[in-house]
Structures are given as structure tokens and as C-alpha cells.
């Protein structure tokens, strides 16, 4: 798997972009250049689609490889001649759709340079965004694929000029997005930078102090202050697309050509007596030509001349010039014979005759300007090789807070990373970003081996021998074959224990190689992700095997003998050891030696281990279905299903609810179609029933101008009072609904909540069982706790405490003294509710637990007093815990509320008699009146919220404002591309109603408007579920049943029915006649 050349001829890249902006048909012309599929056949047999429904629906649903050789000419210097040096591009072809971002963050952790494809009608779209940052945040050097500019000759219609000039803005919005990361990252960087220099400076102050009293007491002088270094402002000259670089391409992938600027600058330098490098230079801009003098002239010069640009009048106008001949006016075809004579190709007298003038248009263009060609070149052009690359990736991955792109190895193991080692003895660490599902008969061992001249005659031969031994005449259709298998692979040795199921679809690992040599047989550490290198960990490091390499050909798997440093490959062997990706360690080629001690002399291997997993969900999965087999006693069926389909899918997750049905959490509408489909045809085998999706919401309370009275005249609003069995234990919560801006605070930052979760400084009550990387089942608290802390914290953990206590002080009120006091977070110990302590309880406070800064701790005299209470603390959270995690509208996770424990006493005598039964009935009690409490205000639901981006043009503009009032949404923006007839609509949708959205919009429009989804939070829905008319006006307008629909009312009814919750309804109307049939 290495070129003739070496490491320095490979590279690793991946097409990123919006869907539908021609990813799969552009990975296709490479395919025809490397000769694996037809070049007439390119852009239509979409050969990297593998999966059936993705030729159905024409888009990609997940990312897959081809290796592609080529050779190129290079001279070394100007008077030798060129040689030919072999290269090897591995590339990963990914979705663009917005359900399968988690393939897009797989892939990019493999590659060091992206093609970034974008519509040049559509521009920049929502996931041309999302991809870029992906791409910057993974540090892969980006090339811009301007793609589909057939479209500005064929549907836009534009002239030359017009199109250079909207050219020019596209890629200036391209860069613009690029700017905004790196002003970003500059921020970060800077603040990183301060908070170090603080820190020195604070040090070099405590070191001057002592250094000055051990001078003044020994007579000497102190030392010199040194001065602190300045900060380096990083350039951004690089970052930026400019067609004169050399990492912009102009191309249409459908039709087979693209070019750079280069290749015109070429053409023409010496028809224009210029030197090539000077003209590339010239070729775009506000760069003209004078007609007298033939002298290159820039916009200054110009002195008001209608001249055109350099780019319009070399460039663009010759590519119209063919597509008007061709395609717009084809009445000419001597006209076409003549391009075709000028631009020095052939075309065969069929294609000149044929009334299918694209196919003519792309014959020629795909001549003159052949895409793959320019594609290779601008690769090995602008795409560094491991060895320059993983110097900056791979010191980001293990040092993610450093400030220079590029840090000196610490040791042999970084040195190897950094310089991409291919030496035997170099550590072989390889990164499995995904496991994918391939069927077993498909692997190559299991395959037909296609039998040769020589070998079917000579089995021939053996057949009529062995007929002439038995004596027998009878024909070849009746004889029997002699050794019938020894064509086809043996049978696997070792079966799985699962059964069928696993038999019929083997989970390969997807993977590549940054330092050394790998080979089939040899064992190697498995590091899962939470392996810390520093402090090893026996239960996250495993020994595995290594199976088979292969080389990905897109739908094929090809086995290679070994894989050097530098390469994409896939492996088996991990299964049962991998769960979704992991690194792969070992100290040289050779592997660890045999035998099961490999683990007790880890620390022999220590130098060779490391931890490159670090692939993050770019959103938690939002939609959940409920599922069970047809036939109950395919019930083992349908859980192993689940289990591959979880290894198989990385944006997956499945649970048990407590319910005991089991559920899966999937990205949007389109991704939970595919895991069906996956479930049924493929991992379980079995007929499934799915229920309706089952959307989250989330139980709030707000003060309401209308609100009723509270329910006890004597205390506040949302006070209750409480008591434990027996009377033993006697409390008052209030519960009040926090500010708005608190409330955002702690949901952004439940990832610093987690942490301590973690690290064991917040005790939780529940076991949790997470999805570990073994394959133990996640609990339907973890997957709700994970949807909610799916996003990046807005502070750091030292800086949690500080900010919340600034942000509490500018509240005032109550809220002024609120981090001191707060008892536990939930729902599960981190979410966007506190218990706060108002009574002298001698309760921990959570910030004494988590902030060693805070000195605010309960004084050691006053503990004693109350360690009564603190007996009953663990019943508290817990029934706290309940409360907010199952509200009192729907069971569902209560959000933006404070409990405040006013009072508690308890009866000695009654606490001594009945200890036994008090734990469990105060669990219960602090769980009701904290659920009554919240009733005591005006109820609200959050609903699950999507952001909803549209593309629509003017005549169908109306019909999409329509679909979406229809459904509840809103429009945020309207905003007209620049150049296109298209508008962008961004409009918020609720989850509950978005199903079918994408389906409903694109009939009513005829598919000219297609949504894009991205789960965007919570929003309340201010309307109250009990609300009834009350005043005269009311009443007059709605009477007293109230017979406008109560939206609110409905979504609770509905959550409370799928739960098996009692439901106030009416199931009959008493009035009307009633037959059997209703």
C-alpha cells in the first residue's frame, strides 16, 4: 500500500460540502481516470453509493475510501527532462447531508486536506459551513471545488463578465467563514496567552520575594526582572483562497472538466510573451491587457477604457464559447468541428451526430480541460504529505492547548507521529475512527475465485478422468464435480457465540496508519477512548489481534499483505474489543509477543502508548423510536441487531427504558429511515415494529400576568409543605423559576457538571450504565443527560464559579448569595435546576465540593448541631433528582427551576421508631411538593426546537411560508443570494411537527425547495396546558368549554398517553348518537 516512490507520494484527502453539490459525482472522474469505472458512465453510476438507498434517494449516507494511482511529470531542475514519479491519493468520500455530520467528523480525523465542493449557483449553504469548520478545527488544508458552473451558462444564463464577478463574491463569502475561525481561534489564543502570562507573572512574584529576603539576609544583590515575551500574532495570509495559489478550482463534475488558473496561464504565456509564474500571478483580479501594447495593466490604469478582465477574456469566454456552440445554439456543427480542430481533441463522428448535445459538451471539455488531471495536480500541489502534515495534526491531537503550529517531540514515539516513521522499528500506532458493517459474503476470503484457462481445463480434465475410473459415459451436465469447493474460501474456524447474526455481517474497522508498519497476525494494544496514557488504566487497554488488511476500493475490499504509515485501510479482528473507535499501539512491526501476559508488562510497552481518540458528536441524536420484534421470541434478535447497528453507526445510541422497551436515538427523519432499514435487512433479520417518534420535551414554569391563586393562602407562591411517613420529618420547598439567564448558564455548561461527575467530586445516587466500549446498554438517564450536555461549555471549569457568581449578583434578590448555597444541580446531578439551602440544615454546599478556592464552607462548630439533617440529605437529592427529572406536565425533564428548602424539623421520638420506613416516604414526599410547586406557577412546555434552512427560489417563496405556518414554525430570516434567483430562508421549527416536513415542502414546491435540519435547543412555548376562559370577554368569545384547541394541552395529553399516564378526557360525546360502527 505504498507508492513506488515512498511517503512522500501519498495523500490523504476527503471531499466535504453541502448536499448535493456534486461530492459523489466528482469522487467519479477520478474513479474513470484510475480506470475503475467508465468515463461516460462518471456522475451517473455514483460508484462510491454503495447502499441501495442511497441510489434511490441520490445522496450519500455514509463515508467510504478509494485508494487512486496516478502519475505525474515532474522535472527536478529546468534543463533535465520530466520524469514520470508514481503517486497514491487515498480519499474519503462523505454525506453531505446534515443527519450524517458524525461521518464527516470520522473521516476528517483521517486526512490531512479536504476539497471543499460548492455549489456556484447555491454558494455558501448551512453545512458548507459546518464542514469548514470541521476542517478547521482537524487542521486539513482546504482546497476550494468551485463546482457546477455549467450552470451559470445553461440556467442562470449569465455573460462572461457576470460571471467572473459572481464568481469573485462566492469565493469571497467562502473566505469570509475562514476569517471568522481564525478571529476566533485569534481570541482563544489570546486569552490562553494572558492567563499564562498572569500566571508567570505571579510566580516570578512569589520567587523575586524569597529571592529577595535570601539576598538581603546573605548581603547580596537580587536578580534582574526578566522581561515578559510579547504575543505573536499569527498570519492568516495562508488561510485564505485565492484562484492565483493555485487552491481554487473551477470544475463541473457532471460534464468531466475543471481547471486553475495555471492551466491558461500555461496556454498562453507564450503566445503573450509572458512568463508563466508572472502570468498566473495576473490571470485573476482587476488585471486587464492593453490592446496596443499587449501589456499587462491593473485597475489604476485603467483610465475609465471598458476593458475586460485577463480572467473573462482568456478564461470564461472560450468555455461559453464552446457551451454556446454546443449546447445553447447547436444548429453549427462545422462551428463545433472547428473548436474541436482548434483545441487539438478528438471526437468520434457518433458523438458530432448525436442530438444529446451535454454528452457532445462534456466529450470536449472533459478533452480540453480533463477534471481528474487538474485534481491530482492541485492535490500533490496544495495538500501537504504525512510527513509535513501529521508535524502540526498529530502535535494538536496530543497537545490540543499549545500555541505554535509546531512543537518538538518529547520522546521516540513522538518523533515517529511527527515525521510519519515507515520504518519497521518505528511505533506502529494506527486510529480507528468507525466500525462499518460489511457483509461477510462479501469479504474477500469468502468470495469466488474467478478460475483461469489453465485451471478450468485442468479440472476438466480431472473430471473426465475420474468418469473414465468409474466407468461411467455419462455426460458432463450429470457427472459431478471433483473438489467443487477448492475455488472458494474455507468456512471462518471460529464461530461467534451470537449466532446467525453475526455470521452474516462482519464489523471491519476504519482506520489510518500514522507511524509504522502494520501486518496481518501481529497482536497490539488496543487503547479505547478513555484511555489516559499518563496514568494507565487496565480496563481501557486491551490486546488484540490483527485480522486481515484491506484497502478500500469503495464498495470492494482489497487485501494487502502490510500497510505502511501514511495510508487509510480497513482491519478485522477487533470485533468484541472495539466499540466505536479506538487506538491501535505497538512498540515496532513485529507486535507485542504471544500470550495473554501482554497486559501484565504494560508498563514495559509504555513508551509506545497513546490515545488519539477525540472524534465529538457534532449533535446528540434528538429523535427516538421505540421498537419491537413482530414475533416475541425474536426479542435476542432485535438486541443483538441493536448492538451491531450502534458499532456500525457512530451517530446511534440505544437503551432499555424503564418500561423495558427498547428505544433508539437517531440524528433526524432521514437517518432514523436508514437505521430501520439497516435493523430489518440487515443486523436483526426480523420484522420490526417502530412506534411514531418520540420527540423530548422539557416542563418549565414562568410568572404569569393571569396566574390563579396560590394554593396555600397562608405561605408564598409555589411553597409547599411536606412530611415524611409518621410525621417523623416535617419540610417547606418553595419553588420559583429561575432567570432566564441563569438557566442558560448551567444547561451550556452541564459538560463542566459532568466532569464532576466524573472525577467523583458530585456523589451521584443512580448507577450509571453507560454505553461503554465493550458494549453495555446506556440507561434512558444518560441518554437524556448526554442530548443535554451535547454542547461546548461557554466557560472554563476554573472559571464556572466566578462567572455564576457575577451573573447571581446581577440578578439580585433572592438570587444574590444563590452559589453558596445551591445543594445539588439535576436532573442527574447536572442539569438546569438547583436545590438551594434556606434553613439551617448543615447541608454540603455543592460549590464546597467542586470550587477549592471558595471559603465559604459550614464552620466545624456548627456541624454537629445539625448532622440529624444531614442524615436525611441522600433522601432529599434523590426525590429532588425524581422531581426534575419527571415533571408533573408529562414525565418529562423539568428545566429553569429553583427548590429552596425553607424549613425542616423532625420528631425525635417518631425518627426513632419508624427509621426504617422514614428514607423512603421523604423520597416521595420532597418529590410531590416539588412537583406541586412547580404547578403553583404558570406551567410551560419547551419544546424541542430545529433550525430550518431553505433554499427557494422566487415563484415558490409563498408555498414555503405557507408550509411552515402550517407546522407551527417561524421565520427568522429572508435573505436574497446576490447574483441567483434564490432565496435563503431560515425559519425555527418544533421537533414534534417536523415529520414529514421535508416531504410535504418538497411537493408543494415540486421539489424546488429542499429543508435542511439542525437541532437548535429549547424554546418555550407560552401557552399554559391548563388555561381556561375565565373573563367575560373570554367566555363570550369561547364559551365555557373553551373549543379552541389548546396546543399545549394536546402535546401533554399525547406524551401522557405514550407513558401510560392517566388522561382527563372525554372519550364520548354524551349528546350524539352513537352506532356500532363509531
Avoid at 84 to 112: K, M, Q, W
Avoid at 335 to 352: A, E
Avoid at 365 to 394: E, H, N, Y
Avoid at 646 to 656: G, I, K, L, N
Wanted: some cysteine.
Amino acid at each position: 500500500m505504498e507508492s513506488a516512490e515512498g511517503g512522500d507520494h501519498i495523500r490523504v484527502i476527503t471531499t466535504i460540502g453541502h448536499v448535493d453539490h456534486g461530492k459523489t459525482t466528482f469522487v467519479d472522474s477520478l474513479l474513470a481516470a484510475n480506470n475503475i469505472i467508465s468515463a461516460r458512465m462518471a456522475g451517473k453510476i455514483r460508484y462510491m453509493d454503495s447502499r441501495e438507498d442511497e441510489q434511490e434517494r441520490g445522496i450519500t449516507m455514509e463515508s467510504s475510501a478509494v485508494s487512486l494511482r496516478f502519475k505525474m511529470l515532474k522535472r527536478s531542475t529546468t534543463e533535465q527532462a520530466p520524469e514520470a514519479e508514481n503517486y497514491v491519493i487515498n480519499l474519503i468520500d462523505t454525506p453531505g447531508h446534515v443527519d450524517f455530520s458524525s461521518e464527516v467528523s470520522s473521516a476528517s480525523r483521517l486526512c490531512d486536506g479536504a476539497l471543499v465542493l460548492v455549489d456556484v449557483v447555491e454558494g455558501v449553504c448551512t453545512q458548507t459551513i459546518t464542514v469548514l469548520r470541521q476542517a478547521w478545527i482537524d487542521r486539513l488544508r482546504p482546497v476550494l471545488v468551485i463546482n457546477k458552473v455549467d450552470r451559470l451558462i445553461t440556467e442562470l444564463k449569465l455573460a462572461p463578465i457576470e460571471a467572473y464577478h459572481h464568481l469573485a463574491q462566492l469565493i469571497e463569502q467562502v473566505n469570509a467563514v475562514m476569517g471568522s475561525f481564525h478571529a476566533a481561534e485569534r481570541m482563544e489564543d489570546d486569552l490562553r496567552w494572558r492567563e499564562e502570562r498572569e500566571r508567570r507573572i505571579k510566580a516570578r512574584k512569589e520567587a523575586g520575594a524569597e529571592s529577595a529576603e535570601n539576598s538581603a539576609n546573605a548581603g547580596t544583590e537580587g536578580a534582574d526582572t526578566i522581561p515578559e515575551p510579547a504575543y505573536q500574532e499569527k498570519d492568516d495570509e495562508d488561510l485564505y483562497f485565492a484562484p492565483e495559489k493555485g487552491n481554487v478550482i473551477f470544475a463541473s463534475a457532471i460534464d468531466g472538466w475543471g481547471f486553475r488558473v495555471g492551466r491558461f496561464a500555461q496556454m498562453y504565456a507564450v503566445k503573450l510573451g509572458i512568463k508563466e509564474n508572472n502570468l498566473r500571478r495576473v490571470l485573476w483580479g482587476d488585471f486587464y491587457i492593453e490592446p496596443k501594447t499587449k501589456r499587462v495593466i491593473s485597475y489604476r490604469h485603467l483610465r475609465g477604457r471598458n476593458l475586460k478582465p485577463l480572467f473573462v477574456q482568456f478564461v470564461l469566454e472560450n468555455i461559453w464559447a464552446v457551451y454556446d456552440s454546443v449546447v445553447m445554439n447547436p444548429s453549427n456543427p462545422d462551428k463545433v468541428s472547428k473548436i474541436c480542430t482548434t483545441l487539438g481533441i478528438k471526437v468520434t463522428p457518433r458523438d458530432l451526430k448525436s442530438k444529446d448535445t451535454r454528452q457532445l459538451a462534456a466529450s470536449i471539455m472533459s478533452q480540453w480541460l480533463p477534471l481528474a488531471t487538474c485534481t491530482f495536480q492541485t492535490v500533490v500541489d496544495a495538500i501537504p504529505p504525512p510527513q509535513k502534515a501529521q508535524g502540526t495534526r498529530v502535535s494538536r491531537m496530543l497537545h490540543p492547548d499549545q500555541d505554535s503550529d509546531t512543537v518538538e517531540p518529547l520522546n521516540k514515539l513522538e518523533s515517529d507521529l511527527y515525521s510519519c516513521s515507515t520504518d519497521p522499528s518505528a511505533c506502529v500506532v494506527a486510529y480507528v475512527s468507525k466500525m462499518f458493517a460489511v457483509p461477510t459474503k462479501d469479504l474477500p476470503m469468502n468470495k469466488k475465485k474467478e478460475l483461469t484457462a489453465d485451471e478450468m481445463r485442468a479440472r476438466g480434465r480431472a473430471a473426465r478422468e475420474a468418469r473414465a475410473a468409474a466407468g461411467t459415459t455419462d455426460s458432463i451436465a450429470e457427472a459431478k464435480p471433483v473438489d467443487a469447493q477448492e475455488h472458494t474460501a474455507p468456512p471462518a474456524e471460529t464461530e461467534t457465540l451470537d449466532g446467525l447474526l453475526e455470521e452474516d455481517e462482519t464489523l471491519i474497522g476504519f482506520a489510518r496508519l500514522f507511524s509504522g508498519v502494520l501486518r496481518p497476525g501481529a497482536n497490539v494494544y488496543c487503547a479505547l477512548p478513555r484511555f489516559d496514557a499518563k496514568k494507565t488504566n487496565a480496563s481501557t487497554l486491551r490486546v488484540v489481534k490483527i485480522g486481515s488488511l484491506f484497502t478500500m476500493m469503495g464498495r470492494d475490499l482489497v487485501p494487502v499483505s502490510e500497510v505502511r504509515a501514511g495510508n487509510v485501510f480497513a482491519v478485522s479482528g477487533l470485533e468484541g474489543v472495539v466499540w466505536r473507535n479506538a487506538t491501535l499501539c505497538s512498540p515496532n512491526a513485529d507486535g507485542l509477543p504471544e500470550g495473554d501476559d501482554a497486559l501484565q508488562y504494560v508498563g514495559q510497552y509504555q513508551d509506545c502508548l497513546v490515545n488519539l481518540a477525540g472524534v465529538a458528536r457534532p449533535a446528540a441524536p434528538i429523535v427516538r423510536v421505540a421498537l419491537e420484534p413482530e414475533e416475541p421470541g425474536d426479542l435476542p434478535k432485535l438486541i443483538r441487531g441493536l448492538k451491531l447497528l450502534s458499532q456500525a453507526d457512530p451517530c446511534v445510541e440505544s437503551f432499555q427504558q424503564q418500561t423495558g422497551e427498547w428505544v433508539i436515538l437517531t440524528a433526524g427523519e432521514l437517518h432514523l429511515e436508514r437505521c430501520l432499514k439497516d435493523l430489518r435487512e440487515r443486523f436483526a433479520k426480523i420484522d420490526v415494529q417502530a412506534s411514531k417518534p418520540i420527540v423530548p420535551f422539557r416542563e418549565t414554569a414562568v410568572k404569569a400576568p393571569d396566574m390563579p391563586p396560590p394554593k396555600s393562602q397562608s405561605t408564598v407562591r409555589g411553597a409547599i409543605n411536606g412530611t415524611s411517613a409518621h410525621n417523623a420529618v416535617t419540610f417547606t420547598i418553595r419553588a420559583v423559576p429561575l432567570p432566564n439567564d441563569i438557566t442558560d448558564f448551567l444547561q451550556a455548561n452541564v459538560s463542566i457538571m459532568r466532569k464532576w461527575l466524573r472525577e467523583g467530586r458530585v456523589q451521584s445516587q443512580t448507577e450509571s450504565t453507560e454505553f461503554t466500549e465493550q458494549g453495555k446498554a446506556v440507561t434512558e438517564e444518560d441518554a437524556t443527560a448526554d442530548a443535554d450536555s451535547s454542547q461546548v461549555a461557554t466557560v472554563k471549569d476554573a472559571d464556572f464559579w466566578p462567572t455564576f457568581e457575577k451573573m447571581c449578583a446581577e440578578a439580585g434578590g433572592q438570587w444574590a448569595d444563590l452559589p453558596g448555597r445551591i445543594i445539588v444541580t439535576g436532573p442527574h446531578h447536572a442539569g438546569p435546576n438547583v436545590l438551594v439551602n434556606s434553613a439551617s440544615t448543615g447541608f454540603t454546599s455543592l460549590r464546597s465540593r467542586t470550587d477549592p478556592r471558595w471559603k465559604g464552607q459550614i464552620k466545624p462548630e456548627d456541624a454537629p448541631t445539625k448532622r440529624e439533617y444531614r442524615d436525611y440529605e441522600d433522601s432529599i437529592d434523590t426525590g429532588f433528582q425524581i422531581a426534575t427529572f419527571q415533571g408533573p406536565l408529562c414525565a418529562e425533564p423539568v428545566m429553569g427551576m429553583a427548590y429552596f428548602i425553607e424549613d425542616i424539623k423532625q420528631n425525635p421520638e417518631a425518627a426513632h421508631t419508624q427509621s426504617g420506613q422514614i428514607t423512603g416516604s421523604l423520597i416521595s414526599a420532597v418529590r410531590d411538593a416539588c412537583r406541586a410547586g412547580l404547578l403553583d406557577w404558570s406551567p410551560r412546555l419547551k419544546l424541542a426546537m430545529y433550525t430550518c434552512d431553505i433554499q427557494a427560489t422566487t415563484e415558490v417563496l409563498g408555498k414555503v411560508y405557507a408550509v411552515v405556518a402550517r407546522r407551527r414554525g417561524r421565520i427568522v430570516s429572508e435573505e436574497m443570494k446576490e447574483g441567483s434567483i434564490f432565496f435563503t430562508v431560515q425559519a425555527l421549527l418544533p421537533v414534534v411537527e417536523s415529520f414529514g416536513f421535508a416531504d410535504d415542502i418538497r411537493k408543494r414546491t415540486s421539489g424546488a425547495a429542499s429543508p435542511q435540519l439542525i437541532f437548535s435547543g429549547y424554546e418555550l412555548f407560552d401557552q399554559d396546558p391548563f388555561w381556561v376562559p375565565t373573563t367575560e370577554e373570554e367566555l363570550e368569545d369561547l364559551g365555557e368549554k373553551a373549543d379552541r384547541a389548546n396546543v399545549a394541552l394536546g402535546y401533554v395529553n399525547a406524551v401522557r398517553k405514550r407513558k401510560g399516564l392517566f388522561v382527563e378526557e372525554k372519550k364520548f360525546e354524551a349528546e350524539k348518537q352513537r352506532t356500532l360502527k363509531k
